[in-house]
């Protein structure tokens, strides 16, 4: 079997012992420092290692989620949910010096500074080559280590970059984020959303007389029309409440007959909403 060179291995300053990858060392080093830096953010005990909190969130159906109000999209953390929340205000807060334009993220922001700049502050420590993005060199990296830092919480599956772990993790959850401005249809990935905005008519459109949306289709227009109108034509025949949509009635009736169409596949618990069988089966992993 042949050997590596010592070069590719990090060495552990309180002992003898060698790793192939600096995050494996790191890992190691905790042992020895003894310090937990995986919290859990429900009863905050701390682990060594994140399989350690892991193990301990889905043992004790530890899960916090963070809910958007304005689309029903679930974020593990309120970081995650505050970012997403601009895409609904289209707030920019952090504004380039050099031309005005704004970002969402100030990471984004720093990122662009490096166009007019040209600067490429990072260094590769295996070759010669120079990088103006940090995330870009992390990339870089893992082509000489080989290593596979992102991995999947459903399936253990891992992969080299977080965009390819994001699109892998809707094939369990089959999240649709990439919608299109026009028509309002959603797709799994980026590729698909170009894909339709390149092939879509959209001359075929049909628009709103009373505002500058458009809309593929004319039973998708007059729905979108009640919202102007303030018309609710769905009647409950219980309690003869009213609704814009048909959806919405058919929610709302289950209030009343209680009724649960929606099961989860592994442990045949039932929901009155699409939404609620989501949360389930992500917060217990039933997916």
Do not use: W
């Not at 993220?105 to 080559?129: A, Q």
């Not at 009647?235 to 609704?243: A, E, G, L, V």
Request: net charge positive.
């Amino acid at each position: 079997m042949p050997v590596l060179s010592k070069a590719k291995y990090y060495k552990c300053p309180y002992c003898s012992k060698v790793f192939p990858f600096k995050s494996k060392l790191n890992q190691h080093i905790l042992v020895h420092t003894g310090e937990k830096p995986f919290q859990c953010s429900i009863c905050n005990q701390n682990f060594q290692r994140k399989e350690g909190l892991r193990y301990h969130r889905v043992k004790n159906n530890h899960f916090k989620f963070y809910k958007c109000l304005h689309c029903s999209r679930f974020f593990s953390s309120k970081y995650y949910l505050n970012r997403h929340l601009l895409d609904h205000t289209g707030e920019k807060p952090f504004k380039c010096s050099i031309c005005n334009k704004n970002f969402k993220c100030k990471s984004n922001l720093d990122r662009h500074i490096l166009v007019h700049t040209g600067e490429k502050p990072f260094k590769c420590p295996h070759c010669s080559k120079f990088f103006s993005r940090k995330s870009n060199l992390d990339q870089h990296i893992l082509v000489h280590t080989g290593e596979r830092p992102f991995k999947c919480s459903i399936c253990n599956k891992s992969f080299q970059r977080k965009s390819k772990l994001d699109r892998h993790i809707r094939v369990h959850t089959g999240e649709k984020p990439f919608k299109c401005s026009v028509c309002n249809q959603n797709y799994t990935r980026k590729e698909g959303l170009k894909y339709h905005q390149v092939t879509y008519n959209f001359n075929k459109c049909y628009k709103c007389p009373h505002c500058p949306k458009n809309f593929p289709f004319q039973s998708k227009l007059n729905r979108h029309i009640f919202v102007h109108t303030g018309e609710k034509p769905f009647q409950c025949f219980i309690c003869n409440q009213s609704f814009q949509r048909k959806s919405t009635l058919d929610i709302h009736i289950r209030s009343h007959t209680g009724e649960k169409p929606f099961q989860c596949d592994k442990c045949h618990q039932s929901f009155k909403r699409k939404d609620s069988l989501f949360y389930h089966k992500v917060k217990n992993k039933h997916l």
